[in-house]
């Protein structure tokens, strides 16, 4: 059966997987490593979980406690299938105070019952304990019965989905919500499950569970008819490439197997290859499937389904999310080690974008953040520390929108700093003005609120309309049952009325001829007249029927005339025939009498029927069409008088003219003049008047299009107690316009005022209140626009209170501080206070107050630490405001900074400066207060206040003596803790340091000149002047410059006293009170001559090798030309790229040596290059190449570099072929591949990286089979190889296989060739056989290009059998078999003939088969001696060393076993050296083999 793939459970790579026994019964852990580190341990249970039998519907609940170091990991499975965690289902938790790990079932079915297993994991090992869990099922099982009841509805899901029409395609039309769902669900991740069924409405989450894995087992079926293999399915996915793609990896059983694209049920037409015109897509790389989408738009959201051979194998769910760019992120210049930042503004909150980083996803990570605005409007990706590398194109991708920016990477043209990494910057790149993005994404938001808003008016609308549809159906059918029972009852008064008319008939006889009369006038003049016949009393109608008022013949007429009569206009009425008057409402009863019954009216065409409800019709068309009721007694009359002129006489009622049935109306045309009639009623006794419509023809005409907005209203927000104003602008200045608020016309008034400026009309309200919220439109000339002015109360200051609440409240250490402050918004306001910006609460020195309309803050026992901003901060649904104060506690000051800078101590003063206090207390610093103590003595002197700056310089201080000060801080608030200085001795001799390295500023033959800068640690005292030194090179001695009487007072001397061609070195010292300081370090070496000239050019410039990154120069030293040029001491090369004007010093330091390398250069770059001579006169002119230079070898012939290459490569069909070749070339060549003298096709996939080329054939076929050749080429010349590539398989069998003899003794086989013959040239066979006398299979031909094979030697009386095997590169097929084959034996008799025995004699003398060997052993060991002896009779052998018989010497152990003879000695001495010799001695003669033993130390 097809199964999706699944990753197993394994050991990782390494792991050992030791079985160990647990101290606890059940529990099988399993140990990863051979030896626990120390300190570690595997998993393991100290309480296993406990069986559990438990009632449905009851919590269950299975615990374990398990431990390990490290912690191990829980988790929970069970033998049939998943453990699905849901809050109504299933639970996993932890209790850190017991340690227990928990399965919880809140409501446990019979579905839970199972074996569950408990695993304890760390990186060590793993601990599994099972446990059973038993659920007994009491009573009625509701979810049973629903399940029954479920499984016919899910049979017919299934049904509807599989349901296909011949081709295997799907019925044309919209899949229903419950197939979409189920189909969503079968290729749905189980994480995806609950979200799924809380947007489609699913409630019964174990019933779906249970029921979707009915679906999925058979779905996996009807799959596993088309599908091998089916994996890696991946739900759509939108690029930043304006597509999306569906992606699966499926092995199919049949390639030709169809494949269909569904969306929403319905077939979508696709493509196999690129094509711009076609939207859908399929790309095929394998067995890789990927389906695209292009040039998103909204209506490709929808359910996506992709059929095989009519089955469904995947369905994802494309939702596209109303949301766009407002903002998008732009182009970012970053330096390198420089973070970059790019933002964008959406206009619909979403909780992620997905960022790609050159077509890569980009997650969280040390390199990149991702953050996201408490709005989901604001989106921004950081990059983090840029590198070159990490430049190229950024994207953002927000549902099928998407938009990209380039980050651009400044690498640091310093070159000083290449080859090192540059400093890490804080700076950052990209990041924009996050006040105008935040304005934009409010913006956004409020647009967004705004369509919300518009949707849910839209949504209770709709709601609003569907109730009131279903009032008004509820009513409708009430009144329609109601008329159903009046109907019911009007059809039993019909009924009496029939059977009255019918006995009366004939006293109404009489009066048919004069009523006949009266209804011919009647009729004509569009009115009914009273019925004549019987007395008033006795049969007269209430009023003539309206319109054609003949009677329908028989016992009564439907509607209000006869019996009785309904209709929906009007109320039913009914006349007898006995002159009954007729009831209201229903029109007149005629007179009924001798089968003649009176037409129906209902007062002025009301109650006749459902006809005319409704309608629009002509009212002259109303006087002249005939209306019909339906007669239902057993004489009904066939019709009216069409032309108001019937005729009623007769007991059947025959009229003239026709009439239809069903009380419909008919039109006829009137001749002559339309003149309106007027209807009289006589029932009550009033006229009425209709007048009839007109027929009037209006003329169009060319109208003006009047006035239109230039500028509409506008939405306006209005605040409370502010002014608001709206405006709009129309094309014309004459033209005038009214103002309506919620429908109503609005005029100025002290409220609110409305002006016009030219084109502008405005309207302002002067002080905003709740009643002027609402909806303003201002209509002109027919034309309208319309705005809504929403009223919000934020929460606001009163301006004088806020001013003052400004002000820094300044109190003393323990005192109290109060802040108050009014208020005014509507309600709730939120109030809170912070100090510093911590939020405060009540606590025993925090009071808040919270009053209507005002807030206070005391704050009690402040101390100087709660200095700081004070802020009360508001909140309610329209905003937010703060008001900031400050807070100032003051205190004593904190005591003054040490240590003490000591700027001089010299005999007769002491000068010294310190730090002020870290905390003032609030205040300015009055004075320092100083107290003196001479070391050695127990008093302090008081020096006094000496004023705010913290440096004192004493002068009453004795020589040698040491001195210790007291300081203090005074301030309004008081005097801070004192700071006690250390000793400080007055007139100490304090040296300067050294002063810089003296400087050469100019050299001469006669004279040296310096400079250097004075000493940065003067030792307290001015410096007065410097000694300056010189030394001779190669001398150990120092001599002065300047007489030891006479310092040099300047920064700078001149050293005339030199020796023309001698090199000197100098160094200074620094003179203060106390004498001369430590000497400088010395100078650099200086010749006393005149100054040089610079060197000229080099000569003989050129290039001696160049790479693609590296470039060999070498040059020859410029002439030494005196007077003019000096000798080049050094050497710069300076390189200057083709596109670039500036030149980069390669080394920083002059080299000596005449050639130089250079690294780092682009691959096939132009570069300009020049090598600079220098000298102590400087630098000479440079010297440029002549041309420039690419960065490229020198030019190399192709040659592949492989020392053996497969010119012969066998691929199974189905499978990959890949062949590399690596070769060598410069400059780069082209690399071209043919397939049989042709280009490749498209298939064959080309990769090639520096000298190298591969060829792939992914998912090779036997088409594919060929001669591929590799063509390099370049400037140089080309070189090609080829190599065959086979695609075949392992061959079928050949046909059945026969046998023949053709001639005596052999047997011919031939066989039917293999159906893979014709393709495959290198495809034999191989013929083995078995006989009746072995029962083994031996070849016996093989390599046979044709198809039959002679075989001889046959042996007659035995049974052959032959197999036909067919060969090729790939392997051999099964065999085909022969029949057995049988060559029947002759048989005759057979005779023995015994040949004659001769005697053999078998004496011989001794004789060595095998002589001794020469033996060197080391002393100690042991040695063995052998030969072999051949002698008859068996000879006689005697050892001697050294011609003394050892055959009696227990020293040596001697054996002779069949011929071998041998000698061993166990520990050879000294003694044992020596020449041994064997002899063999018998009667026919005797033999001597020797050999020597020399004993080694």
Same mark, same amino acid.
């Given at each position: 059966m097809?199964?999706?793939?699944?990753?197993?459970?394994?050991?990782?790579?390494?792991?050992?997987g030791?079985k160990?026994?647990?101290?606890?019964?059940?529990v099988m852990?399993t140990?990863?490593?051979?030896?626990?580190?120390?300190?570690?341990?595997?998993?393991?249970?100290?309480?296993?979980?406990?069986?559990?039998?438990?009632?449905?519907?009851?919590?269950?609940?299975l615990?374990?406690?398990v431990?390990?170091?490290?912690?191990p990991?829980v988790?929970w499975?069970?033998?049939?299938?998943?453990?699905?965690?849901?809050?109504?289902?299933?639970?996993?938790?932890?209790?850190?105070?017991?340690?227990?790990?928990?399965?919880?079932?809140?409501?446990?079915?019979?579905?839970?019952?199972?074996?569950?297993?408990?695993?304890?994991?760390?990186e060590?090992?793993?601990?599994?304990?099972?446990?059973a869990?038993?659920?007994?099922?009491?009573?009625?099982?509701m979810?049973?019965?629903?399940?029954k009841t479920?499984?016919?509805?899910?049979?017919?899901?299934?049904?509807?989905?599989?349901k296909r029409?011949d081709?295997?395609?799907?019925?044309?039309?919209?899949?229903?919500?419950?197939?979409?769902?189920?189909?969503?669900?079968?290729?749905?991740?189980?994480?995806?499950?609950?979200?799924?069924?809380?947007?489609?409405?699913?409630?019964?989450?174990?019933?779906?569970?249970k029921?979707?894995?009915?679906?999925?087992?058979e779905?996996e079926?009807?799959i596993?008819?088309?599908?091998t293999?089916?994996?890696?399915?991946?739900?759509?996915?939108?690029?930043?490439?304006?597509?999306?793609?569906?992606e699966?990896?499926?092995?199919?059983k049949?390639?030709?197997?169809?494949?269909?694209?569904?969306?929403?049920?319905?077939?979508?037409?696709?493509?196999?290859?690129?094509?711009?015109?076609?939207?859908?897509?399929?790309?095929?790389?394998?067995?890789?499937?990927?389906?695209?989408?292009?040039?998103?738009?909204?209506?490709?959201?929808?359910l996506?389904?992709v059929?095989?051979?009519?089955?469904?194998?995947?369905?994802?769910?494309?939702?596209?999310?109303?949301?766009?760019?407002a903002?998008k992120?732009?182009e970012?210049?970053?330096?390198?080690?420089?973070?970059?930042?790019?933002?964008?503004?959406?206009?619909?909150?979403?909780?992620?974008?997905?960022?790609?980083?050159?077509?890569?996803?980009?997650s969280?990570?040390?390199?990149?953040?991702?953050?996201?605005s408490?709005?989901?409007?604001?989106?921004?990706?950081?990059?983090?520390?840029?590198?070159?590398?990490?430049?190229?194109?950024?994207?953002?991708v927000?549902?099928?929108?998407?938009?990209?920016?380039?980050?651009?990477?400044?690498?640091?043209?310093d070159?000083?700093?290449?080859?090192?990494?540059?400093?890490?910057?804080?700076?950052l790149?990209?990041?924009?003005?996050?006040?105008?993005?935040?304005?934009?994404?409010?913006?956004?938001q409020?647009?967004?609120?705004?369509?919300?808003?518009?949707?849910?008016?839209?949504?209770?609308?709709?709601?609003?309309?569907?109730?009131?549809?279903?009032?008004?159906?509820?009513v409708?059918g009430?009144?329609?049952?109601?008329?159903?029972?009046?109907?019911?009852?009007?059809?039993?008064?019909?009924?009496?009325?029939?059977?009255?008319?019918?006995?009366?008939?004939?006293?109404?006889?009489?009066?048919?001829?004069?009523?006949?009369?009266k209804?011919?006038?009647a009729?004509?003049a569009?009115g #009914?007249a009273? &019925?004549? =016949? %019987?007395?008033?009393?006795? +049969?007269? @109608? /209430?009023a $003539?029927?309206? *319109? !054609?008022?003949?009677?329908a013949g #028989?016992?009564? &007429?439907? =509607? %209000?005339?006869?019996?009785? +009569?309904? @209709? /929906?206009? $009007?109320?039913? *009425? !009914?006349?007898?025939?006995?002159? #009954?008057?007729?009831?209201? =409402?229903?029109?007149?009863?005629?007179?009924? @009498?001798?089968?003649?019954a009176? *037409? !129906?009216?209902?007062?002025?065409?009301?109650?006749?029927?459902?006809?005319?409800?409704?309608?629009?019709?002509?009212?002259?068309?109303?006087?002249? *069409?005939?209306?019909?009721?339906?007669?239902?007694g057993?004489?009904?009359?066939?019709?009216?008088?069409?032309s108001?002129?019937g005729?009623?006489?007769?007991?059947?009622?025959?009229?003239?003219?026709?009439g239809?049935?069903?009380?419909?109306r008919?039109?006829?045309?009137?001749?002559?003049?339309?003149?309106?009639?007027?209807?009289?009623?006589?029932?009550?006794?009033?006229?009425?008047?209709?007048?009839?419509?007109?027929?009037?023809?209006?003329?169009?005409?060319?109208?003006?299009?009047?006035?239109?907005?230039h500028?509409?209203?506008?939405?306006?927000k209005?605040?409370?107690?502010?002014?608001?104003?709206?405006e709009?602008?129309?094309?014309?200045?004459?033209?005038?316009g009214?103002?309506?608020?919620?429908?109503?016309?609005?005029?100025?008034?002290?409220?609110?005022?409305?002006?016009?400026?030219?084109?502008?009309h405005?309207?302002?309200?002067?002080k905003?209140?709740?009643?002027?919220?609402g909806?303003?439109?201002?209509?002109?000339?027919?034309?309208?626009?319309e705005?809504l002015?929403?009223?919000?109360?934020?929460?606001?200051?009163?301006?004088?209170?806020?001013?003052?609440?400004?002000?820094?409240?300044?109190?003393?250490?323990?005192?109290?501080?109060?802040?108050?402050?009014?208020?005014?918004?509507?309600?709730?306001?939120?109030?809170?206070?912070?100090?510093?910006?911590?939020?405060?609460?009540?606590?025993?020195?925090?009071?808040?107050?919270?009053?209507?309309?005002?807030?206070?803050l005391?704050?009690?026992?402040?101390?100087?630490?709660?200095?700081?901003?004070?802020?009360m901060?508001?909140?309610?649904?329209?905003?937010?405001?703060?008001?900031?104060?400050?807070?100032?506690?003051?205190?004593?000051?904190?005591?003054?900074?040490?240590?003490?800078?000591i700027?001089?101590?010299?005999?007769s003063?002491?000068?010294?400066?310190?730090?002020?206090?870290?905390?003032?207390?609030?205040c300015?610093?009055?004075?320092y207060?100083?107290?003196?103590?001479?070391?050695?003595?127990?008093?302090?002197?008081?020096?006094?206040?000496?004023?705010?700056?913290?440096?004192?310089?004493?002068?009453?201080?004795?020589?040698?003596?040491?001195?210790?000060?007291?300081?203090?801080?005074?301030?309004?608030?008081?005097?801070?803790?004192?700071?006690?200085?250390?000793?400080?001795?007055?007139?100490?001799?304090?040296?300067?340091g050294?002063?810089?390295?003296?400087k050469?500023?100019?050299?001469?033959?006669?004279?040296?000149?310096?400079?250097w800068?004075?000493?940065?640690?003067?030792?307290?005292?001015?410096?007065?002047?410097?000694?300056?030194?010189?030394?001779?090179?190669?001398?150990?001695?120092?001599?002065?410059?300047?007489?030891?009487?006479?310092?040099?007072?300047?920064?700078?001397?001149?050293?005339?006293?030199?020796?023309?061609?001698m090199?000197?070195?100098?160094?200074?010292?620094?003179?203060?009170?106390?004498?001369?300081?430590?000497?400088?370090?010395?100078?650099?070496?200086?010749?006393?001559?005149?100054?040089?000239k610079?060197?000229?050019?080099?000569?003989?410039?050129?290039?001696?090798?160049?790479?693609?990154?590296?470039?060999?120069?070498s040059?020859?030293?410029?002439?030494?030309?005196?007077?003019?040029?000096?000798?080049a001491?050094?050497?710069?090369?300076?390189?200057?790229?083709?596109?670039?004007?500036?030149?980069?010093?390669c080394?920083?330091?002059?080299?000596t040596?005449?050639?130089?390398?250079?690294?780092?250069?682009?691959?096939?770059g132009?570069?300009?290059?020049?090598?600079?001579?220098?000298?102590?006169?400087?630098?000479?002119?440079?010297?440029?190449?002549?041309?420039?230079?690419?960065?490229?070898?020198?030019?190399?012939?192709?040659?592949f570099?492989?020392?053996?290459?497969?010119?012969?490569?066998?691929?199974?069909?189905?499978?990959?072929?890949?062949?590399?070749?690596?070769?060598?070339?410069?400059?780069?060549?082209?690399?071209?591949?043919?397939?049989?003298?042709?280009?490749?096709?498209?298939?064959?996939?080309?990769?090639?990286?520096?000298?190298?080329?591969?060829?792939?054939?992914?998912?090779?076929?036997?088409?594919?089979?060929?001669?591929?050749?590799?063509?390099?080429?370049?400037?140089?010349?080309?070189?090609?190889?080829?190599?065959?590539?086979?695609?075949?398989?392992?061959?079928?069998?050949?046909?059945?296989?026969?046998t023949?003899?053709?001639?005596?003794?052999?047997?011919?086989?031939?066989?039917?060739?293999?159906?893979?013959?014709?393709?495959?040239?290198?495809?034999?066979?191989?013929?083995?056989?078995?006989?009746?006398?072995?029962?083994?299979?031996?070849?016996?031909a093989?390599?046979?290009?044709?198809?039959r094979?002679?075989?001889c030697?046959?042996?007659p009386?035995?049974?052959?059998?032959?197999?036909v095997?067919?060969?090729?590169?790939?392997?051999?097929?099964?065999?085909?078999?022969?029949?057995?084959w049988?060559?029947?034996?002759k048989?005759?008799?057979?005779?023995?003939t015994?040949?004659?025995?001769?005697?053999c004699?078998?004496t011989?003398?001794?004789?060595?088969?095998?002589?001794?060997?020469?033996?060197?052993?080391?002393q100690?060991?042991?040695c063995?001696?052998?030969?072999?002896?051949?002698?008859?009779?068996?000879?006689?052998?005697?050892?001697?060393?050294?011609?003394?018989?050892?055959?009696?010497?227990?020293?040596?152990?001697?054996?002779?076993t069949?011929?071998?003879?041998?000698?061993l000695?166990?520990?050879?001495?000294?003694?044992?050296?020596?020449?041994y010799?064997?002899?063999?001695?018998?009667?026919?003669?005797?033999?001597?083999?020797?050999?020597k033993?020399?004993?080694?130390e």
């Amino acid at each position: 059966m097809w199964k999706r793939s699944k990753v197993t459970d394994q050991t990782a790579a390494g792991q050992t997987g030791i079985k160990k026994k647990s101290k606890v019964p059940g529990v099988m852990i399993t140990q990863f490593v051979e030896e626990l580190p120390e300190g570690t341990s595997t998993p393991d249970f100290t309480r296993k979980p406990i069986a559990l039998t438990i009632q449905q519907g009851k919590w269950a609940v299975l615990k374990a406690i398990v431990v390990g170091t490290p912690t191990p990991t829980v988790s929970w499975g069970r033998a049939n299938g998943d453990v699905y965690f849901h809050p109504d289902m299933c639970l996993q938790k932890y209790d850190e105070t017991s340690r227990e790990h928990t399965l919880e079932f809140p409501k446990v079915a019979p579905e839970d019952a199972d074996t569950y297993k408990c695993f304890a994991t760390n990186e060590y090992g793993r601990a599994v304990c099972p446990v059973a869990l038993n659920v007994i099922e009491v009573g009625f099982s509701m979810s049973k019965e629903f399940q029954k009841t479920q499984v016919e509805d899910t049979k017919d899901i299934r049904r509807r989905l599989k349901k296909r029409k011949d081709d295997g395609t799907r019925e044309e039309r919209q899949m229903e919500p419950d197939e979409k769902v189920w189909e969503i669900l079968l290729s749905a991740d189980k994480k995806d499950y609950e979200r799924i069924c809380a947007e489609y409405g699913i409630k019964d989450f174990r019933h779906m569970l249970k029921k979707l894995t009915e679906m999925k087992k058979e779905r996996e079926e009807e799959i596993a008819e088309f599908v091998t293999h089916i994996s890696t399915l991946k739900h759509i996915e939108v690029h930043d490439s304006d597509c999306a793609t569906i992606e699966l990896d499926m092995d199919l059983k049949d390639p030709a197997s169809k494949l269909f694209l569904y969306k929403d049920g319905v077939m979508v037409p696709f493509t196999t290859e690129e094509s711009e015109s076609m939207k859908h897509n399929l790309k095929q790389v394998g067995k890789k499937y990927v389906f695209t989408i292009k040039n998103l738009r909204s209506e490709d959201a929808g359910l996506y389904s992709v059929d095989v051979g009519g089955i469904n194998v995947f369905s994802t769910d494309f939702k596209v999310p109303e949301v766009d760019f407002a903002v998008k992120i732009q182009e970012v210049k970053a330096e390198e080690r420089q973070d970059a930042l790019f933002q964008c503004v959406l206009t619909a909150p979403t909780d992620e974008l997905k960022w790609l980083g050159k077509s890569t996803p980009l997650s969280n990570s040390e390199k990149f953040e991702i953050t996201v605005s408490e709005d989901k409007l604001i989106h921004k990706l950081m990059v983090r520390d840029c590198m070159p590398l990490d430049a190229g194109i950024y994207a953002a991708v927000a549902g099928i929108k998407s938009c990209n920016a380039w980050l651009v990477v400044e690498v640091d043209k310093d070159s000083a700093s290449k080859g090192k990494k540059a400093t890490r910057k804080t700076t950052l790149a990209g990041g924009g003005d996050d006040q105008d993005l935040m304005t934009i994404a409010k913006e956004q938001q409020e647009l967004y609120q705004k369509k919300m808003d518009e949707k849910m008016e839209v949504a209770k609308k709709a709601q609003a309309e569907r109730e009131a549809a279903e009032a008004l159906a509820k009513v409708e059918g009430e009144a329609a049952k109601k008329a159903a029972a009046e109907a019911k009852a009007a059809a039993k008064a019909k009924a009496k009325a029939k059977a009255a008319a019918k006995a009366k008939a004939k006293r109404a006889a009489a009066a048919t001829d004069a009523a006949a009369g009266k209804q011919k006038a009647a009729a004509a003049a569009g009115g #009914g007249a009273p &019925g004549v =016949g %019987a007395p008033v009393d006795k +049969g007269v @109608g /209430a009023a $003539g029927a309206i *319109g !054609a008022g003949g009677g329908a013949g #028989g016992a009564a &007429g439907a =509607g %209000a005339g006869g019996a009785a +009569g309904a @209709g /929906a206009g $009007g109320g039913a *009425g !009914a006349g007898a025939a006995d002159g #009954g008057k007729g009831a209201d =409402g229903g029109g007149a009863a005629g007179v009924g @009498g001798d089968g003649t019954a009176a *037409g !129906a009216g209902a007062g002025g065409a009301e109650g006749l029927g459902e006809d005319l409800e409704g309608e629009e019709y002509d009212s002259f068309e109303d006087s002249d *069409g005939e209306i019909e009721g339906e007669g239902e007694g057993d004489e009904a009359g066939d019709g009216g008088v069409g032309s108001g002129e019937g005729e009623g006489e007769g007991e059947e009622g025959e009229g003239e003219g026709e009439g239809e049935k069903g009380g419909k109306r008919k039109k006829r045309m009137r001749d002559g003049p339309l003149v309106p009639e007027t209807l009289i009623g006589e029932t009550s006794g009033k006229t009425e008047k209709r007048q009839k419509k007109k027929d009037v023809s209006v003329e169009e005409a060319l109208v003006d299009p009047g006035v239109h907005f230039h500028a509409g209203l506008s939405d306006c927000k209005a605040i409370i107690g502010e002014a608001a104003e709206l405006e709009c602008k129309v094309n014309r200045e004459d033209c005038e316009g009214l103002w309506y608020k919620d429908g109503e016309e609005i005029q100025s008034s002290e409220a609110l005022t409305i002006s016009k400026d030219g084109t502008f009309h405005r309207l302002k309200i002067h002080k905003v209140t709740e009643e002027f919220a609402g909806k303003y439109k201002f209509e002109a000339d027919g034309r309208k626009t319309e705005s809504l002015i929403v009223v919000e109360d934020p929460p606001r200051f009163p301006a004088e209170e806020l001013k003052a609440f400004k002000n820094p409240v300044t109190v003393k250490k323990g005192h109290k501080a109060s802040f108050k402050l009014p208020y005014f918004g509507r309600e709730p306001i939120k109030i809170q206070w912070y100090l510093d910006g911590e939020e405060l609460s009540e606590e025993a020195t925090i009071k808040l107050d919270y009053s209507e309309g005002c807030s206070s803050l005391l704050l009690t026992k402040l101390q100087r630490k709660d200095s700081g901003e004070v802020k009360m901060k508001l909140k309610n649904e329209f905003g937010t405001v703060e008001a900031i104060s400050q807070l100032i506690v003051l205190d004593k000051p904190t005591p003054p900074i040490g240590p003490l800078e000591i700027v001089e101590a010299s005999s007769s003063t002491i000068d010294f400066k310190w730090r002020p206090p870290k905390d003032s207390g609030g205040c300015k610093i009055d004075n320092y207060i100083l107290d003196r103590q001479q070391v050695g003595r127990n008093t302090w002197k008081k020096v006094g206040p000496i004023g705010p700056e913290p440096k004192y310089k004493d002068s009453d201080v004795d020589h040698g003596r040491r001195y210790c000060y007291r300081i203090r801080v005074e301030t309004e608030m008081g005097t801070s803790e004192l700071m006690e200085t250390e000793d400080i001795q007055a007139g100490t001799k304090a040296y300067p340091g050294p002063p810089s390295t003296p400087k050469v500023v100019t050299a001469f033959k006669d004279c040296i000149n310096l400079s250097w800068s004075p000493p940065s640690e003067t030792g307290g005292t001015n410096i007065l002047g410097y000694n300056l030194e010189k030394r001779k090179k190669g001398s150990n001695l120092w001599g002065t410059v300047n007489p030891p009487d006479e310092m040099i007072k300047g920064k700078g001397c001149g050293v005339k006293d030199v020796v023309e061609g001698m090199e000197y070195e100098f160094r200074v010292s620094a003179i203060n009170n106390s004498g001369a300081g430590e000497f400088s370090t010395p100078s650099e070496f200086v010749f006393a001559r005149d100054p040089k000239k610079p060197p000229g050019k080099v000569i003989d410039f050129k290039v001696t090798d160049s790479t693609y990154t590296t470039l060999s120069l070498s040059w020859t030293k410029p002439k030494d030309i005196e007077a003019v040029e000096d000798e080049a001491k050094g050497y710069f090369v300076e390189i200057r790229p083709a596109e670039s004007t500036d030149w980069d010093r390669c080394n920083s330091n002059a080299i000596t040596m005449t050639s130089y390398t250079v690294k780092g250069l682009r691959s096939m770059g132009m570069y300009w290059v020049r090598a600079i001579a220098t000298n102590d006169g400087g630098e000479g002119e440079p010297q440029e190449l002549d041309n420039y230079i690419l960065a490229t070898p020198p030019p190399v012939r192709p040659r592949f570099t492989d020392a053996k290459i497969k010119s012969f490569m066998v691929v199974r069909a189905g499978n990959s072929a890949r062949f590399t070749i690596n070769f060598e070339a410069s400059p780069w060549p082209e690399v071209i591949w043919l397939k049989d003298g042709s280009p490749v096709p498209k298939k064959v996939t080309i990769s090639n990286a520096e000298g190298t080329s591969q060829l792939l054939i992914p998912s090779s076929e036997r088409s594919d089979t060929g001669i591929y050749t590799i063509i390099v080429k370049n400037i140089v010349a080309q070189e090609s190889f080829s190599v065959e590539i086979r695609v075949t398989d392992e061959p079928k069998p050949p046909g059945p296989v026969e046998t023949d003899e053709n001639v005596p003794g052999t047997v011919t086989i031939s066989w039917a060739p293999s159906p893979d013959e014709k393709r495959d040239d290198r495809l034999h066979y191989m013929v083995t056989k078995r006989d009746s006398s072995k029962s083994t299979w031996h070849t016996i031909a093989d390599h046979i290009f044709n198809n039959r094979f002679t075989l001889c030697n046959i042996m007659p009386g035995r049974e052959y059998q032959f197999r036909v095997y067919a060969k090729n590169d790939m392997g051999s097929s099964t065999h085909s078999e022969s029949p057995k084959w049988l060559i029947p034996s002759k048989r005759a008799k057979f005779t023995v003939t015994t040949p004659e025995t001769k005697a053999c004699d078998l004496t011989c003398p001794p004789k060595f088969l095998v002589p001794l060997k020469m033996h060197a052993a080391p002393q100690g060991y042991e040695c063995y001696m052998s030969c072999a002896i051949k002698g008859d009779p068996t000879p006689h052998v005697t050892w001697l060393r050294n011609n003394i018989s050892l055959n009696t010497n227990t020293n040596y152990f001697i054996s002779n076993t069949c011929g071998v003879c041998s000698l061993l000695i166990l520990r050879v001495g000294s003694k044992d050296t020596g020449e041994y010799k064997i002899v063999a001695e018998n009667s026919m003669g005797r033999a001597e083999c020797s050999t020597k033993l020399t004993v080694r130390e």
